[in-house]
DNA sequence: GCGCCTTTGAAGTTT
DNA sequence: AAACTTCAAAGGCGC
């Protein structure tokens, strides 16, 4: 399991998967970092490749047009953990940010928010401080109700991201932003903003690529206000929103909301769990937008399923009408979800392939197949998301989300014969599930254990001290084995299903990560 | 139009 | 405590 709190209670800033990585012998988490990121990229191209023998060639093309890409965004990353660093410091002390010091996750900086309504946009370096912007999956009650659960907005107005991302540049974190914000003006960034972030292809201080900046959570009013849109290039054209916000509705006190309720909590120094401050609006805690609300319209189990509602008060309110304010409150995503939304553009991109289902497959497969620091990364944006998320919705729980999917019913023992007899869930066990012909690997058990994983990786993993030089050179396109033999994440990496599938990964065709394109 | 598919991980519930 | 279930994202596909 992931070490979620890193020391009892102070999981904030708490030293976690990271720390131990480094604390089993890795390498420089600078060095690994790159190589990982290189042996990522070999991995990307190898399957590229090996989707169809005949392209080999572009390979090296490919191969030697990406590298020097990712380097510079190494080290603007490494950049942001210096910032983090010292916004940690600054934290600590006494600034509320103490717990989510994201110290993987990019910082905004932004006018001290102890003193969060600065009349003006002038931000003094000696008062600002960091501030972690998610951009939010907004979608609020109302007209978002009206439509589909899972896609409760139009298209335009859909939080889906994908659309713009730029897959020649995608940085770690690039797929995070999810979120578009109009409330952003697409400007320069005033220098104080950002920070130093260079392009890593012009070396020219660019404004901070979305990724660099903590997409799901909205800003202040005042710095919204005052920050350019840190997404301007991604920012879909004007009018478009990530969001379904209701068009009379959350608009505008949307922003608002988002820092009063949310960020102002979240800045107050006094910050307690249940301090949030309720919307001038009324609006009940949970309805605060945040890019984890969705329209509560989200499927909601027409009976039964009345959970308690009771979790964010107002218990005297008829269930059901309590229930359909409601915002829905998306769960935080977990590593590898934010790895997906990094990685998926770039794999679809990649391969031509759009079915997720597919795409999901690679993805896991790319995900065993990173290096631990890589992984570890995405586990502390993980949990810096959970902890940003708690903090907004001090009440939320995963809880409140069951039975909003009406669904759900896959899942069966993947070995009980019986089961299968009545089980509703026709879960494929073995079947790889690659539309049609688009095989890529052959992944093999379903459980999860179909794919192998390289035996690199693992191996990489499994002993850091094996150069991963070496294992990006063999670059081995991801086999398929799911589970990355015996690469335990164990203690310092959260649990994963990953486990060891050691037997299954013998057997691992370099073949195509990539399903074949059709 | 809705649910499934697929992936991993977190958190909930059940045993 | 372990096992199991649900949900988070994504978008094509089938009914």
């Given at each position: 399991?992931?070490?979620?709190?890193?020391?009892?209670?102070?999981?904030?800033?708490?030293?976690?998967?990271?720390?131990?990585?480094?604390?089993?012998?890795?390498?420089?988490?600078?060095?690994?970092?790159?190589?990982?990121?290189?042996?990522?990229?070999?991995?990307?191209?190898?399957?590229?490749?090996?989707?169809?023998?005949?392209?080999?060639?572009?390979?090296?093309?490919?191969?030697?047009?990406?590298?020097?890409?990712?380097?510079?965004?190494?080290?603007?990353?490494?950049?942001?953990?210096?910032?983090?660093?010292?916004?940690?410091?600054?934290?600590?002390?006494?600034?509320?940010?103490?717990?989510?010091?994201?110290?993987?996750?990019?910082?905004?900086?932004?006018?001290?928010?102890?003193?969060?309504?600065?009349?003006?946009?002038?931000?003094?370096?000696?008062?600002?401080?960091?501030?972690?912007?998610?951009?939010p999956?907004l979608?609020?009650?109302?007209?978002?109700?009206?439509?589909?659960?899972?896609?409760?907005?139009?298209?335009?107005?859909?939080?889906?991201?994908?659309?713009?991302?730029?897959?020649?540049?995608?940085?770690?974190?690039?797929?995070?932003?999810?979120?578009?914000?109009?409330?952003?003006?697409?400007?320069?960034?005033?220098?104080?903003?950002?920070?130093?972030?260079?392009?890593?292809?012009?070396?020219?201080?660019?404004?901070?690529?979305?990724?660099?900046?903590?997409?799901?959570y909205p800003?202040?009013?005042?710095?919204?206000?005052?920050?350019?849109?840190?997404?301007?290039?991604?920012?879909?054209?004007?009018?478009?929103?990530?969001?379904?916000?209701?068009?009379?509705?959350?608009?505008?006190?949307?922003?608002?909301?988002?820092?009063?309720?949310s960020?102002?909590?979240?800045?107050?120094?006094?910050?307690?769990?249940?301090?949030?401050?309720?919307?001038?609006?009324?609006?009940?805690?949970?309805?605060i937008p945040h890019p984890a609300i969705?329209?509560?319209?989200?499927?909601?189990?027409?009976?039964?399923?009345?959970?308690?509602?009771?979790?964010?008060?107002?218990?005297?309110?008829?269930?059901?009408?309590?229930?359909?304010?409601?915002?829905?409150?998306?769960?935080?995503?977990?590593?590898?979800?934010?790895?997906?939304?990094?990685?998926?553009?770039?794999?679809?991109?990649?391969?031509?392939?759009?079915?997720?289902?597919?795409?999901?497959?690679?993805?896991?497969?790319?995900?065993?197949?990173?290096?631990?620091?890589?992984?570890?990364?995405?586990?502390?944006?993980?949990?810096?998301?959970?902890?940003?998320?708690?903090?907004l919705?001090?009440?939320?729980?995963?809880?409140?989300?069951?039975?909003?999917?009406?669904?759900?019913?896959?899942?069966?023992?993947?070995?009980?014969?019986?089961?299968?007899?009545?089980?509703?869930?026709?879960?494929?066990?073995?079947?790889?599930?690659?539309?049609?012909?688009?095989?890529?690997?052959?992944?093999?058990?379903?459980?999860?254990?179909?794919?192998?994983?390289?035996?690199?990786?693992?191996?990489?993993?499994?002993?850091?001290?094996?150069?991963?030089?070496?294992?990006?050179?063999?670059?081995?396109?991801?086999?398929?084995?799911?589970?990355?033999?015996?690469?335990?994440?164990?203690?310092?990496?959260?649990?994963?299903?990953?486990?060891?599938?050691?037997?299954?990964?013998?057997?691992?065709?370099?073949?195509?990560?990539?399903?074949?394109?059709?």
């Amino acid at each position: 399991m992931p070490q979620l709190n890193g020391g009892g209670g102070d999981d904030l800033g708490a030293n976690d998967e990271l720390i131990s990585f480094k604390d089993e012998g890795e390498q420089e988490e600078k060095i690994s970092a790159n190589v990982s990121s290189e042996r990522d990229l070999d991995e990307v191209k190898s399957s590229l490749v090996n989707e169809s023998e005949n392209n080999s060639s572009s390979s090296d093309s490919e191969q030697t047009d990406r590298r020097p890409r990712l380097r510079p965004e190494l080290e603007s990353y490494e950049k942001q953990r210096e910032y983090f660093a010292e916004a940690l410091r600054r934290q600590q002390d006494g600034g509320f940010f103490k717990g989510p010091t994201y110290a993987g996750y990019p910082f905004l900086m932004i006018p001290d928010i102890t003193n969060p309504y600065l009349s003006n946009g002038s931000l003094s370096p000696s008062t600002r401080t960091y501030l972690q912007m998610k951009w939010p999956l907004l979608e609020v009650p109302g007209t978002a109700a009206l439509k589909d659960s899972r896609s409760p907005t139009p298209g335009h107005l859909s939080n889906k991201v994908p659309v713009v991302q730029h897959p020649h540049h995608v940085h770690p974190l690039t797929p995070l932003i999810t979120y578009s914000n109009e409330h952003f003006s697409p400007g320069t960034p005033p220098s104080h903003l950002s920070p130093e972030i260079l392009d890593p292809k012009t070396g020219i201080p660019r404004t901070p690529h979305p990724s660099e900046l903590s997409p799901y959570y909205p800003l202040s009013p005042g710095a919204v206000g005052q920050i350019p849109h840190p997404l301007g290039w991604l920012v879909p054209q004007q009018g478009q929103h990530m969001y379904s916000i209701p068009p009379g509705g959350f608009r505008h006190p949307y922003p608002a909301l988002a820092m009063n309720a949310s960020m102002s909590s979240l800045v107050s120094s006094r910050f307690s769990p249940h301090m949030v401050p309720h919307p001038p609006h009324g609006l009940h805690q949970t309805s605060i937008p945040h890019p984890a609300i969705v329209s509560h319209a989200i499927k909601q189990e027409p009976s039964g399923d009345n959970f308690g509602n009771s979790t964010h008060g107002s218990p005297s309110v008829p269930v059901k009408k309590e229930e359909e304010k409601r915002p829905h409150i998306k769960k935080p995503l977990n590593a590898f979800m934010l790895y997906m939304k990094e990685m998926r553009a770039k794999v679809v991109a990649e391969c031509t392939l759009k079915e997720s289902a597919a795409i999901n497959q690679i993805l896991g497969r790319r995900w065993h197949s990173l290096s631990r620091e890589e992984q570890a990364k995405y586990y502390e944006l993980a949990r810096k998301e959970r902890q940003l998320h708690s903090q907004l919705y001090p009440g939320w729980s995963a809880r409140d989300n069951y039975g909003k999917r009406k669904k759900r019913k896959r899942d069966n023992k993947p070995d009980s014969p019986q089961e299968s007899n009545f089980s509703p869930q026709l879960k494929k066990q073995c079947v790889p599930y690659l539309p049609s012909e688009k095989m890529c690997d052959s992944p093999t058990s379903s459980h999860g254990s179909m794919l192998d994983s390289p035996a690199t990786p693992s191996a990489a993993l499994a002993s850091p001290a094996a150069p991963a030089a070496t294992h990006s050179e063999q670059a081995q396109p991801l086999s398929l084995t799911t589970k990355p033999e015996g690469m335990e994440k164990s203690s310092d990496m959260p649990s994963s299903s990953s486990e060891n599938e050691e037997s299954a990964s013998t057997f691992a065709p370099p073949s195509n990560s990539c399903p074949r394109q059709l």
